[in-house]
T-cell receptor
Framework: QKEVEQDPGPLSVPEGAIVSLNCTYSNSAFQYFMWYRQYSRKGPELLMYTYSSGNKEDGRFTAQVDKSSKYISLFIRDSQPSDSATYLCAMSAGSNDYKLSFGAGTTVTVRA | DVKVTQSSRYLVKRTGEKVFLECVQDMDHENMFWYRQDPGLGLRLIYFSYDVKMKEKGDIPEGYSVSREKKERFSLILESASTNQTSMYLC??????????????FGPGTRLTVL
């Protein structure tokens, strides 16, 4: 079993819809949770960074962490065609832990 | 604007060849990483360097070695390329510790095909 599970999709939604992405994990030591966005033929870029449980909002993006369920989510409101990308969740056990455990990524297409 | 560059976007090599993948960052970051990305498997860490000439093996170091003679440059070496090393290779860098360690800046990737 992988340490981080992420449904690869693909996910196709109409413009303006809410996109919901999630990851589950097995390592209860994880405390730092990230979402990276990767456009086609580009490297990943950090989108959201959260610590421990709770919500974090940044514009149209909301990240949620539920450590009790070992479940994290990313919501994209009012999705745009420019949001079409692969979204990777990543997590680490500590702020001094260089090892990130990545999900396989979910490919999202927002149709105009 | 932060920048991580990789020497090639696409590379085709023959089985048994020695392959060098170069990565340069212009952000004065201490940490540099090499990952490979395969469908369904996500990113897997090959090697990590936390200082010049200091390195640690990641999850899948077999068949690879690295070199970091200067802070800004991190090279991945395939001593004798094999077909199962066909993959997308991503270089990343990050700053220090704390959030800086986790916030990794990635290059555009090198798609390597070994025939």
């Amino acid at each position: 079993q992988k340490e981080v599970e992420q449904d690869p999709g693909p996910l196709s939604v109409p413009e303006g819809a809410i996109v919901s992405l999630n990851c589950t994990y097995s390592n209860s030591a994880f405390q730092y949770f990230m979402w990276y966005r990767q456009y086609s033929r580009k490297g990943p870029e950090l989108l959201m960074y959260t610590y421990s449980s709770g919500n974090k909002e940044d514009g149209r993006f909301t990240a949620q962490v539920d450590k009790s369920s070992k479940y994290i989510s990313l919501f994209i409101r009012d999705s745009q065609p420019s949001d079409s990308a692969t979204y990777l969740c990543a997590m680490s056990a500590g702020s001094n832990d260089y090892k990130l455990s990545f999900g396989a990524g979910t490919t999202v297409t927002v149709r105009a | 604007d932060v920048k991580v560059t990789q020497s090639s976007r696409y590379l085709v090599k023959r089985t048994g060849e020695k392959v060098f993948l170069e990565c340069v960052q212009d952000m004065d970051h201490e940490n540099m990483f090499w990952y490979r990305q395969d469908p369904g498997l996500g990113l897997r860490l090959i090697y990590f360097s936390y200082d010049v000439k200091m390195k640690e093996k990641g999850d899948i170091p077999e068949g690879y070695s690295v070199s970091r003679e200067k802070k800004e440059r991190f090279s991945l070496i395939l001593e004798s390329a094999s077909t199962n090393q066909t993959s997308m290779y991503l270089c990343a860098s990050s700053l220090g510790v704390g959030r800086g360690l986790n916030e990794q800046f990635f290059g555009p990737g090198t798609r390597l095909t070994v025939l």
